[in-house]
């Protein structure tokens, strides 16, 4: 017996799935090791979102556009990161209400003054919810937290500027074992953190956004 005849149909169908979707060319998509806690079976995938240094003239937008700017030599800018990590779990699970559960993280820098926005949050999570109707993905059972970071450096390192990230952190179920429109639709939201358009219809851009750390 080899290793995927102990693999659920159920979970080997999502993997299938999650391979068929399709993602913006400025996402950098890989396979990273799964956490191993979470749930009987996982896979994780991490992105970043890379744009070239020297972008067509009206290929990028706003924060997007200045961080591509300050790019010398045409050295690629990383814009946004994230983690999508699929779990299941044969047996289900109450707390999930179901077999499945996608768990995301993504991180981009702000402009300073955009820190104290109280807006934030709830516009990050709106991107979260829009993405998923506007890809018709069915899901269940969605949570998440946003968190801004601020950075300050000091000693040897006061002379770099403060930053501030946000963070989100959600999960949610999705209704079928089919992860296509789930993939593209968090792959769709990393691109938005990141500022590159198109924005889909009704999505609340958020401005000023720039550069994201590792």
Partial sequence: MNALDQVPADFLFA??????????????????????????????????????????????????AAALARASGGDDVELATGRFILLHDPDGSAVWEGEFRIVTYIRAQLEPEMGNDQMLGSVAWTWL??????????????????????????????????????????SWTPATPDITSHLEAWSDMVCTFAGLPPLPDGVTPLPRWRRGKA
């Fill in 15 to 64: 993997l299938g799935t999650l391979r068929q979707a399709r993602t913006r060319s400025e996402l950098r998509l890989e396979e990273i090791p799964a956490p191993a806690r979470l749930a009987p079976f996982a896979v994780a995938l991490g992105a970043e979102v890379v744009a070239p240094g020297e972008p067509a003239s009206g290929a990028v937008h706003g924060p997007a």
């Fill in 129 to 170: 919810v829009e993405a998923l109707q506007d890809h018709a993905a069915p899901y269940r059972s969605a949570g998440g937290t946003a968190t801004r970071v601020l950075s300050e450096s000091f000693g040897t390192l006061s002379d770099r500027p403060d930053s501030i990230d946000i963070e989100l952190r959600a």
